[in-house]
């Protein structure tokens, strides 16, 4: 069974950063890196929105709303996918997800992320 584990959140300043990573197991077939992997968001009383996405060849998309501040990455060796968030501001706060797809979507728990003074 796939499990993501995300790590990272947190309570930041506005103007400030985070790393965001989700470490994956379960794998067996196929690998982590047949997957495309993504970070989505949910902010309190909203719909849970794509944040950015890293195809299994690499290929990046990312929501307007954070192009130019945040970047996707994956380490298919440690079977892991980073989200860089910087110039964060009180809108990027919300509860970010790993998502996983490979025929099925897999999910992780959440963790938070909170901007604030």
């Known amino acids: 069974q796939v499990q993501l584990v995300e790590s990272g959140g947190g309570l930041v300043q506005p103007g400030g950063s985070l790393r965001l990573s989700c470490a994956a197991s379960?794998?067996?077939?196929?690998?982590?890196?047949?997957?495309?992997m993504g970070w989505y968001r949910q902010a309190p009383g909203k719909q849970r929105d794509l944040v950015a996405r890293?195809?299994?060849?690499?290929?990046?998309t990312y929501a307007d709303s954070v192009k130019g501040r945040f970047t996707i990455s994956r380490d298919n060796a440690k079977k892991t996918v980073y989200l860089q968030m910087n110039s964060l501001n009180p809108e990027d706060t919300a509860v970010y997800y790993c998502?996983?797809?490979?025929?099925?979507?897999?999910w992780g728990q959440g963790t938070q992320v909170t901007i604030s003074s």
């Open positions: 998502n996983a797809y490979w025929r099925s979507d897999y």
């Open positions: 890293i195809t299994s060849a690499g290929s990046t």
């Open positions: 379960g794998l067996i077939f196929p690998s982590f890196s047949s997957y495309d």
